[in-house]
């Protein structure tokens, strides 16, 4: 065989009809989560994984896949079976987040009442010339 | 870069869906209906999960496949920059099959069981990277045009219903365009060269032009399958609309440049805005995907010789205690 690649004819390449299992199961070892940081004050952001035999193999791979080209400050590689996941058959259990507004600042709006008290009672609107003036340019 | 999906016809329609629970199915089909994502631990249908393990194990191959052309060219390259770009690229392949191999696993298949169906001839790759790369004209024609389809596939698919193969098709994404800019200026450099380096460009693209022509795959026919994968969202779209996108947008470019397409009956038909070509041949099409072409068996030796040299390696670091957990996303 004649290959346009002069390294190739250098090699002594196997012959490839027998249909052996070249790779043995769990030979290319365990998979490792890679969360990467653009830049410090970011937070580290999931971006694939890697399979290596450690830690340090895993980093060296992280960076070879998701450091080459962007701008990268960190990166975090942990082990697949060390992550605990909630379950996506579960998502009923956080059906009733949208709901919980008491949690947001935007349903708290007590200026009616104030401006209520106020008139009532005979308190100066303290910012009331401002807002004349705003009204006003709005219409 | 990778060309197509290859739809098994020999599957009996009335069995894909044998078996399932029609409840789970249903809400499997309202969830892509509604545009949401489907991940790695949800429920799915068999031929779902048997498609896309197929599909994604196919282009991840056709990455690495993909790199032995190109990277045949590194040591030749005509230059330090040239050299060095086309050692990002190659690099950029093998990291792309890296991703789509991940993607793949999360699906149930490990990379030990993927590399050996590679070498052993049982799932496929892109069928162009069955051709050899002759001269330096023929990197630059594959880095832009081979490269161009293949952006046109994977944006196609990103828009997919699997949620690990469209983030891996983003990134992908990104950095192909790098290659595509790259291959143009290649092909530029060379067209608007000397006689002699336009002569080089003229007949790669002589030479590739069929292989870019098989690029998206045969004409497939709308069956009751294809229909059940484009409603899963696991075909985006046929072989024939991404070839016309194709040749819409990089026909009148490779015109720009005086090359000459060696189709006499390429145009575009202006009432119908479809482009019009000869047929390429699809014998030699299903030869050579069938094992018959310039290069199928150097292409599985060399990656067997790869695989087999590295072993040694891989074994000695390889730990008793270790065990393989499939990845989460």
Known sequence: ??????????????????????????????????????????????????????????????????????????????????????????????????????REASDYYCMDRIRKYQQEHGIADRKGERRKKTEAKSK | MYGTTFIDKNKPV????????????????????????IEPRDWMPKEYRRQLIRM??????????????????????????????????????????????????????????????????????????????????????????????AIIN??????????????????????????????HDNVVYLATGTPKQRELVQDALNRWWTPIMHFHGPPDKISAHTQILMKWKVKMASNDDMRQQFLNEYVPKIWDLGLTIPDPNLRKNEETGKWEYTEPDWDEFKRVINGDGPCNKERLQVRRWAEERGAWVRRALKKAEAKYTVPLA
């Open chain 2, 154 to 183: 994977q944006v196609t698919n990103s828009k997919g219903s699997y949620g690990p193969y469209c983030r891996a098709l983003e990134r992908i994404c990104s950095e192909e365009s790098f290659h595509l800019k790259y291959g």
């Open chain 2, 14 to 37: 009335k069995n894909i869906l044998e078996g399932e629970d029609p409840v789970k199915l249903a809400e499997f089909e309202a969830r892509i209906t509604r545009g949401e994502k």
């Open chain 1, 1 to 102: 065989m004649q290959s346009y690649d002069p390294r190739v004819n250098r090699m002594e390449l196997p012959s490839n009809e027998d249909g052996k299992e070249v790779l043995q199961s769990e030979e290319n070892w365990e998979t490792y989560e890679v969360f990467h940081q653009k830049k410090r004050g970011d937070q580290h952001i999931h971006v694939g994984i890697v399979h290596a035999a450690n830690p340090e193999m895993a980093l060296i791979l992280a960076k070879e896949s998701f450091g080459r080209r962007r701008q990268t400050a960190n990166l975090w590689v942990v082990k697949s079976s060390q992550v605990h996941a909630t379950d996506y058959e579960n998502q009923d259990m956080f059906e009733t987040t949208p709901e919980k507004t008491y």
């Open chain 2, 56 to 149: 994604i194990e196919q282009h991840a191959h056709s990455e690495i496949i993909g790199a032995l052309p190109e990277g045949t060219w590194i040591t030749r390259a005509p230059g330090f920059r040239r050299k060095l770009a086309l050692m990002a690229k190659v690099q950029d392949e093998v990291g792309h099959g890296q991703l789509l191999y991940s993607a793949a696993e999360t699906l149930g298949k490990t990379r030990e069981a993927m590399i050996n169906d590679l070498i052993n001839g049982k799932s496929k790759y892109s069928n162009v990277f069955n051709y050899p790369a002759m001269t330096w004209g023929d990197t630059a024609i594959i880095a832009w045009l081979i490269d161009a389809g």
